[in-house]
């Protein structure tokens, strides 16, 4: 089992960050919302000077364990969402927020952790093993309307009723699902067809783990804490790894990246007062990337930098 973490666009997310206008090597404060094994908060570091702050989130202890062996003062890592960085950090005070979306190949490679049905472990599903319920102990008790309704909303899953009724029904058999194999074979007998290449499990373990850790709710909350302490010029990185992800990024990039007026009004698109974020770039892994880390294939990472007053 190789649960080495490889950080996807480690370069371009950098460089990118680095990059922006308000950016000083020697006096800089820059946000990782998402320290994983610490790949983006390492090479960071590497281009910042004495004098400058790294602040790293993780709601994973055993990145926060990571985190605590590096001997950096610069470095300051909290065990927080990064949805909660504008509660650490004062408004324009930082120069470029990265948030490296989704979960890390260690935590999938992990089977005590519960995330892949790869492996059979207990069911958990938690960033933080710290509070919250376990993906078991949610199924234990959740009715079929609620389950069915977290499957389709987070995965798009066609099958999502069926999944939730066959959970259901086991359940009152006595026999509730408390490990992943229990699960991913009970999605196997359910779900008859799918894509070629895709497991039937796919897309539900990854809605579970998504309702969860509540991780959509926490980027949209992120995303706002992030446009609050960037200074002007700085800039906004993220990395998503699907659609529902990416989708709320693009959405909340484009509609600050332009002032909304009334549809009766007589103005044409190009001629919209702007935003207060300007869109730099959409960026995707290299052929060569993916090939050596297959896990990239689905990244997209979008940049935008912060406006000063509307135009």
């Known amino acids: ?32 919302g ?4 610490g790949g983006h908060s390492k090479a960071l570091l590497e281009q910042m000077g004495s004098n400058c702050k790294l602040i790293a989130f993780d709601k994973d202890l055993e990145a926060i364990s990571t985190a605590q062996k590096i001997i950096d003062p610069r470095l300051q890592i909290i065990h927080s969402s990064f949805a909660m960085m504008d509660q650490y950090v004062k408004s324009q005070t930082v120069d470029a927020v990265l948030l490296d979306l989704g979960i890390s190949s260690p935590q999938i490679d ?10 059979d472990g207990p069911l958990d599903m938690r960033m ?36 939730a009724r066959a959970i259901v029904k086991q359940r009152e058999e006595g026999k509730a699902v408390e490990t992943t194999l229990e699960l991913s074979n009970l999605i196997a007998k359910t779900v008859r ?15 579970i783990r998504i309702y969860i850790n509540q991780e959509l709710a926490d980027l949209e909350r992120g995303l706002e804490a992030a446009l609050d302490v960037l200074k002007i010029g700085g800039r906004l990185v993220v990395i998503s790894f699907h659609s529902l992800e990416d989708r709320i990024v693009k959405q909340f990039m484009q509609s600050h990246s332009q002032i909304t007026v009334p549809r009766e009004l ?13 869109l730099i ?7 060569s990337e993916i ?14 930098e912060k406006r000063g007053m509307a135009t």
Not at 266 to 278: C, F, S, V
């Open 291 to 304: 090939e050596e880390n297959p896990r990239a294939r689905s990244a997209v990472m979008r940049i935008a």
């Open 266 to 278: 007589p103005i044409r698109a190009k001629d919209l007062p702007q935003g207060d974020l300007e």
């Open 281 to 287: 770039a959409r960026i995707k892994p290299s052929v």
């Open 1 to 32: 089992m190789n649960n080495t973490h490889r950080p996807v666009l480690l370069a371009e997310a950098v460089t990118a960050m680095i990059s922006s206008s308000s950016f000083q090597k020697e006096n800089a404060l820059i946000v990782d």
């Open 193 to 207: 067809t799918r894509e070629p290449g895709q497991d039937p499990a796919t897309r539900t373990f990854q809605a």
């Open 128 to 163: 933080d093993t710290s509070c919250g319920v376990s993906a078991a102990q949610w199924l234990a008790s959740a009715p079929v309307e609620e389950i069915t309704q977290v499957i389709k909303t987070f995965s798009e899953e066609r099958f999502a009723f069926a999944i």
């Open 110 to 119: 992990t089977p005590e952790r519960g995330f892949s049905f790869r492996f």
């Open 34 to 37: 998402t320290f994983g094994r």
